[in-house]
């Protein structure tokens, strides 16, 4: 069965440094999305991404965040300069036509330690 | 501000009994509602979906769903020890559908 998949597992960083976090959709996805859940609290929606530009984002996803598509495959999420509050489990997920009644397949998730 | 709450629990039932998970939404704009499953440090899981007022039934698990009140639950029949869990209610925006809203979840023991 088709699966979205993410790497690494697990990243640790300094404070101020810059993370890629990489995602491989399920292959006839379209639509991709980024949350994170930071330990003991809700999933959290960061972005969507569809046709190569960002259809949605919240607040929480300001200017040191940003995604990409580079390839047919790929799509990562990088934030340019971590803070602590960083620190999170951060999924990727997908969804082949989008909209209110699309199930979304998340990733195993990649857990981010900035100290 | 758009929210799905949820009674955080911890909820515990014996083996073998039924589970009801609760979760109300406030976006009365969201037409499908999700349930997933997510174990301690794993991704969530989703266990079923449900759309139309109503119940929707799929094995041991039964969706219900009534949109005038904003209501969602999940009922598991003959609960078993690997049922033990969180278990997240998902709302998308009522517009686009692009984000979810999740609540924080409930959890689950299911004791043998």
Known sequence: ?115 | QKEVEQNSGPLSVPEGAIASLNCTYSDRGSQSFFWYRQYSGKSPELIMFIYSNGDKEDGRFTAQLNKASQYVSLLIRDSQPSDSATYLCAAPEGNTGNQFYFGTGTSLTVIP
């Open chain 1, 1 to 115: 069965e088709p699966e979205v998949t993410q790497t690494p597992s697990h990243q640790v960083t300094q404070m101020g440094q810059e993370v890629i976090l990489r995602c491989v959709p399920i292959s006839n996805h379209l639509y991709f999305y980024w949350y994170r859940q930071i330990l003991g609290q809700k999933v959290e929606f960061l972005v969507s991404f569809y046709n190569n530009e960002i259809s949605e984002k919240s607040e929480i996803f300001d200017d040191q965040f940003s995604v990409e598509r580079p390839d047919g495959s790929n799509f990562t999420l990088k934030i340019r300069s971590t803070k602590l509050e960083d620190s999170a489990m951060y999924f990727c997920a997908s969804t082949s036509l989008g909209g209110p009644q699309e199930t979304q397949y998340f990733g195993p998730g990649t857990r981010l330690l900035v100290l």
